[in-house]
């Protein structure tokens, strides 16, 4: 497709756009300084994950692409002044009311859950203020949104995951069962007794377990509440395992001298480890974990479905949905008793 003939200028020159002699205004002096502080932070995750990770670090991107974004659309008058008054209550207000209705939004809006609006609001607020701590400004954080979580389901979804798991091991002979099948059959036993995060699975190590004999009777680890507790060192929480949950993690750790026999170097001692190649051997971390779960999950949805079975709700394929669903049931049996 050709471009529209244009006139040519006396001297035979095309003639240079109005557009183009319109003189581009310098941005604010709030946004050069919040460029700094965001520089500090870029400088600081290289060096050291701990003070500020690659998460956290996302998040304050996020959150200074968004003060960009809102600046122009009018926070108060002297916002753009310095960093200071951007980040004064009022300035601050007038952005947290953009974002909550979906003005600072770069794609279309997919969640439709208001817990979402609210955790969105809590990383906004919280990336605030580490920004104004960063560059020494007072800072008056607004309250935050309460958290709100995802509906719990019926207890009896847990009940379909156990039977799926113990189905599909029943079709091998136990000496003859797949790793993965193995590892699985001992993560939801161990699931069930105590009811760990992904992220407190995950770090789970083979030194936690405590051994009556050669089987294990129960498990220390250190909990992760949801939305943190800063300030608080969370404290070691030790949990008896059932008896099942100690013969399943029996030849779990059966298993596991032969998918670390080929590796090299240190030895891992984390208890839950990848069953398949290129994976075997190392570490699984929550995504590989929670990915397994969700699996479980579809094939459990697709057998109820395939038998037409009537139901309220749909089996969970968040392993937080499904944890807090026992936690539920648990709370709900301990005080009946």
């Not at 002096?29 to 932070?41: G, I, P, T």
Request: proline fraction near 9%; charge should be negative.
């Amino acid at each position: 497709m050709t471009s529209p003939a244009r006139h040519l200028s006396a001297s035979g020159d095309r003639p240079t756009p109005a557009a183009a002699l319109t003189a581009v205004p310098m941005p604010a002096r709030a946004l050069y300084e919040l460029e700094w502080v965001m520089d500090v932070f870029r400088t600081a995750n290289r060096k050291d994950k701990g003070f500020v990770s690659d998460a956290r670090l996302q998040q304050l991107e996020w959150v200074a692409g968004e003060l960009a974004l809102a600046l122009p659309l009018g926070l108060t008058e002297t916002a753009g002044d310095s960093l200071a008054e951007l980040l004064a209550p009022d300035a601050v207000h007038a952005y947290l009311l953009y974002g909550r209705g979906g003005y600072l939004r770069s794609a279309p809006t997919v969640a439709t859950d208001p817990a979402s609006y609210d955790t969105s609001e809590r990383i906004r607020i919280f990336c605030l203020e580490r920004i104004a701590e960063q560059a020494r400004i007072p800072f008056e954080a607004p309250d935050l949104p309460p958290w709100g979580l995802r509906p719990t389901v019926s207890p009896q979804m847990a009940d379909l995951i156990t039977d799926h798991l113990d189905e599909e091991a029943r079709q091998w002979p136990e000496a003859d069962r797949p790793d993965v099948i193995v590892r699985g059959l001992a993560m939801w036993a161990v699931m069930r007794d105590v009811l760990p995060r992904l992220g407190e699975i995950e770090s789970m190590l083979v030194d936690d377990l405590a051994l009556d004999g050669n089987t294990p009777s129960a498990l220390t680890l250190v909990r992760h509440p949801q939305g943190g507790h800063r300030g608080k060192t969370p404290e070691p929480e030790t949990i008896a395992l059932s008896p099942g949950t100690g013969h399943h993690l029996v030849h779990w750790l059966k298993r596991r001298p032969a998918l670390i026999y080929r590796l090299e170097g240190t030895t891992p001692r984390h208890l839950w480890l990848g069953t398949r190649v290129p994976n075997i051997g190392i570490p699984i971390d929550r995504r590989g974990i929670s990915k397994w779960y969700k699996k479980v999950a579809d094939d459990v949805q697709i057998k109820q479905d395939a038998a037409n079975v009537p139901e309220q709700d749909l089996v969970p394929t968040r392993w937080e949905t499904m944890r807090r669903t026992l936690l539920a049931q648990r709370q709900a049996t301990e005080g009946t008793t």
